[in-house]
């Protein structure tokens, strides 16, 4: 299991001095990049091939909270991809010092072609890069109708 550490600071607390829900999304954000710098699919790749991530959507589900001075641990596993690459699903998993998991998050997106501003399915080379990715354990592969499911989509949007 791939793991971040980040340290709570004071920007990243809300009015009630907890870990602020934006903090948890971007928590997240620096952990799969974190993750794919580390296997080469960084920014370098991406800037090379003219592709980027866009997110369809993240969620969060908390189950204690994060206090100041707190060490927190983010996970990540890949819960599912397309048979091409185009979509992805990532979980992460909030962890304390001791391992108390704290909250757990799911983010789906897909890859986009910078140049046309569609989404794209990923070249062989791409998609060998996530052999290195844990999986989760009840990962699949995904549909353009599993990016669908959070929301009702109007027939005449085009994934």
């Known amino acids: 299991m791939f793991l971040k550490d980040f340290e709570i600071r004071w920007n990243d607390l809300d009015a009630n001095r907890h870990l602020a829900n934006t903090s948890f999304f971007a928590f997240a954000s620096n952990t799969r990049m974190a993750f794919l710098n580390s296997i080469g699919f960084g920014h370098a790749y991406l800037e090379k091939h003219q592709i980027g991530p866009i997110l369809f959507y993240e969620k969060m589900h908390y189950f204690k909270e994060f206090k100041p001075d707190e060490l927190v641990k983010v996970s990540l596993e890949l819960a599912g991809l397309s048979e091409d690459g185009r979509f992805f699903e990532f979980y992460h998993n909030y962890y304390t010092a001791t391992g108390v998991n704290k909250a757990r998050g799911n983010v789906m997106g897909a890859w986009m072609d910078l140049k046309?501003?569609?989404?794209?399915?990923?070249?062989?080379?791409?998609?060998?890069?996530?052999?290195?990715?844990?999986?989760?354990?009840?990962?699949?592969?995904?549909?353009?109708?599993?990016?669908?499911?959070?929301l009702q989509m109007p027939k005449d949007i085009e994934l």
């Open 116 to 150: 046309t501003r569609k989404l794209t399915p990923l070249k062989a080379e791409a998609m060998a890069f996530y052999d290195a990715v844990p999986k989760a354990e009840n990962f699949r592969v995904l549909t353009p109708e599993d990016t669908r499911k959070e």
